[in-house]
């Protein structure tokens, strides 16, 4: 049974920082793709950050470049979103996502597992 767990969130105030973490069991991690989605209060679900199977190439949304960094670790089967200069607009829970392709993508559609989310408050 494959199970991403994310863990991590929490509230924190404006310019603050968080490090998520989403553990992964089931399936053979060093070989999946790996992401961060994000979905706010009455918004889509959307992109945040992606990382290789490698962890050689990754690519994050503008919203958050420069401010998020992205890593895995495969002795750890671990996936983290570091996540610096928080904003209000950064609140949202957060998802983790897995996808067995050779191809890198960005879309929500393309990522087969899912964890169940973490929230994360950002206050002004």
């Known amino acids: 049974q494959v199970q991403l767990v994310e863990s991590g969130g929490g509230l924190v105030q404006a310019g603050g920082s968080l490090r998520l973490s989403c553990v992964v069991s089931?399936?053979?991690?060093?070989?999946?793709?790996m992401a961060w989605f994000r979905q706010a209060p009455g918004r889509e679900r959307e992109f945040v950050a992606r990382i290789s199977w490698s962890g050689g190439n990754t690519y994050f949304a503008d919203s958050v470049k420069g401010r998020f960094t992205i890593s895995r670790d495969s002795a750890k089967n671990s996936l983290y979103l570091q996540m610096n200069s928080l904003k209000p607009e950064d609140t949202a829970v957060y998802y983790c996502?897995?996808?067995?392709?050779?191809?890198?993508?960005?879309?929500?559609?393309?990522?087969?597992?899912w964890g169940q989310g973490t929230q994360v408050t950002v206050s002004s």
């Open positions: 996502a897995a996808r067995g392709s050779s191809y890198y993508s960005t879309a929500m559609a393309d990522y087969r597992y």
């Open positions: 089931g399936l053979s991690f060093s070989s999946y793709h």
